[in-house]
Structures are given as structure tokens and as C-alpha cells.
């Protein structure tokens, strides 16, 4: 968090908040920024004029609601992914856009390994027999190990890599696809060179690419009737990257164990949705950033992200660099 003097006791700068409830937020006030927003139902937006600032969680981020906040200098996004901000509109504008990719990657990591034990172990299906007392039904219980199961994670990024580490110390066998690293960068892991045939021959696939449009629809009809009849599939990075009429289709087929989902397509599920009515599918509502430590270091970071710009220096993970010269900032930290 940045310092906090006693001539930054008073609140300088105006930033709205997509959300409020931080750890520590008591203490943002005392790092010279005045705290505006939520939006609310009727507008997500509320607020936001007045702003110098914003912390972006999910909302949607182009020129129309640029153009509403005429001293916007930055859009801080919380976390790692910045799809539902339009960047080029934010250039056109002067303004920086930042991301934290460091904060969410342990716990969107351990979330990955929950999901993947939970459906492997059937532990949602053993809850609701248990509950409802259906003893019968759990005297049958089969579930599967993962002790040398082969994992293949499509994307190697900082949560894969975590993903990976997390798995081979269980016994996992692991595998991975990025064609835009270099074999370096791949370590100890295997690296695969045909995306399709490393999904052909997985246990577990689990998915971490950013959502682009190559990556959206990537597991479309054809992709997950290429996985194993008894795989289990696991995505915590983008619900658009899985088509969500050809899973539908792969569950209620039977043509996979079972899935874990921190994303979706819609995002949140709706009530009644077919997703949410199979046993073998566990779905979380894409909280799995969400814990009181990664909460605390990303607010931390953008803060002193906003309080960089505000002082005319450049933010750490800056996704603009363009915007430097025409926002006026020293492109030294």
C-alpha cells in the first residue's frame, strides 16, 4: 500500500470502486484517495464522473463510459484478465490500463486442484446422499485417484505453472500446450506440440488461456469429443473459452467423468440452468481469486498503481505502454 504521511491524510484523488468490500479498505482513505461507487442494479456506472481513477472488476470498460468520466487517468483492473476492457478506446484517450497478474495465481491455483479433487472424489454427490440418508446409494461410491493421471494444462501461464506444481507433488503425471512460449520456459513439464492430441490423452484437461477471440469456443463440439469417456475437464479461466451448448451436450451424453467450472458462459449461471442440474458438474461463481489474502495484495497494488499514474510515473503492469507520451508520464517506475 502506498505511504501514508500526514500531508496524504485528506483524501486528493477521487476512484471509483467497482466493489468496496476489500480487506483494508479502511485503510485507503489514509493513502490519499477518496473513495466513490459501487454502481448499483439500475446502473452500474452510479457515480462514476467524478473519478480520476477506477478499480475494474467485471463491468464492461469502452468509450461510451469513458466519455462519461472526463478526467479518467487509469483503469486499475483487479486481478489478471482485462477482456471486458476495450484498450484501444483507453489509448485513444490517454489513459493507462493496468492488471495485476501476480495477485490471483495461488488462489486460482488451489481452486483449480479443489475442483479437480472434488468431482474426482465425488464429493458433491456424497454430500446430497448423505444428507438425503440415502445409505445405499453411498455403499456403491467409486471414485477415481489422480496419482499418476496424466493432467494437461492448455495454457502455461503463472496459475498453470502453480497448477502444475500443486499436482505433481500428488502424484500427477503433467502435460502442457502454449505455442507462444519457448521450450525453456516450460521447466521440468513436458511440453505438447498438438493441442488435440494432448486433449485426446489426458485424465484431466484444465483449461487457463485468457479469452481472446482464437481462444473463444476453443472447446467447441468436436474439441471435447476428443477427450477420454471418463476425462474430467476443468476450466477457472474464461467461460467463453468452453462453448456452453457442446458441454451441456458432452455431460448429459456421458461422454466425461466430470467437470469443474469457476467460469461459465452466461456468467452467472442462471437458476434452472442445465450446468447446475448435473451431479457430475461443480460449479463455483468465478470467486476463485477471491480470498481474503489475494483480496489484500491486489488492493494494495492497485492503489499504488493509481497513486504511480497520479504522480506522473508509470504503473507496474502497464497493458498500454503507448499511452505513456500522451498521458505524460515518465516511463521510468
Known amino acids: 500500500m502506498a505511504n501514508t504521511t500526514a500531508e496524504s491524510t485528506s483524501p486528493l484523488y477521487p476512484v471509483w470502486f467497482e466493489r468496496v468490500n476489500w480487506p483494508g479498505m479502511d485503510k485507503v482513505s489514509q493513502s490519499g484517495i477518496k473513495v466513490l461507487g ?21 463491468n464492461r470498460y469502452d468509450g461510451t463510459v469513458m466519455d462519461r468520466i472526463p478526467n479518467l487517468a487509469i483503469i486499475a483492473r483487479t486481478g489478471i484478465g482485462y477482456d471486458a476492457i476495450v484498450v484501444e478506446d483507453a489509448t485513444e484517450r490517454g489513459i493507462c490500463v493496468c492488471n495485476f497478474p501476480e495477485g490471483p495465481t495461488i488462489p486460482a491455483a488451489e481452486q483449480t486442484i479443489a475442483l479437480m479433487l472434488a468431482v474426482a472424489k465425488r464429493l458433491p454427490i456424497l454430500q446430497r446422499e448423505l444428507r438425503q440418508g440415502d445409505l445405499a446409494a453411498i455403499k456403491t461410491h467409486t471414485a477415481v485417484e489422480l ?36 521450450d525453456e520456459q516450460f521447466g521440468s513439464v513436458t511440453r505438447a506440440t498438438d493441442l488435440e492430441g494432448m486433449v485426446a490423452s489426458a485424465d484431466v484437461v484444465s483449461i487457463h488461456v485468457p479469452l481472446t477471440p482464437d481462444s473463444r469456443d476453443l472447446f467447441d463440439r468436436r474439441m471435447l469429443g476428443l477427450m477420454k469417456p471418463d476425462a474430467v475437464l476443468v476450466n477457472t479461466s474464461r467461460g467463453p473459452v468452453v462453448n456452453t451448448g457442446a458441454l451441456v451436450e458432452a455431460v448429459s451424453s456421458g461422454r466425461l467423468r466430470a467437470v469443474g467450472l469457476d467460469v461459465t458462459d452466461p456468467e452467472p449461471l442462471p437458476v434452472g440452468h442445465p450446468l447446475l442440474g448435473f451431479e457430475n458438474v461443480l460449479v463455483s461463481p468465478h470467486v476463485a481469486a477471491w480470498t481474503k489474502e489475494a483480496k489484500g495484495r491486489m488492493l494494495a497494488e492497485a492503489i499504488d498503481q493509481v497513486l504511480s499514474v497520479m504522480a506522473g510515473r508509470r504503473p507496474s503492469y502497464l497493458i498500454n505502454p503507448e499511452v505513456l507520451e500522451r498521458a505524460g508520464l515518465r516511463a521510468g517506475d
Open 147 to 182: 496419482n499418476q493421471k496424466l493432467l494437461a494444462l492448455v495454457g502455461f501461464g503463472r496459475i498453470a505453472r502453480r497448477v502444475a506444481t500443486i499436482a505433481r507433488a500428488i502424484g500427477m503425471e503433467i502435460t502442457a500446450f502454449d505455442p507462444y512460449l519457448t
Open 38 to 58: 459501487p454502481g448499483d442494479p439500475d446502473d452500474p456506472y452510479r457515480g462514476i464522473e467524478e473519478a480520476t481513477a477506477v478499480l475494474a472488476g467485471h
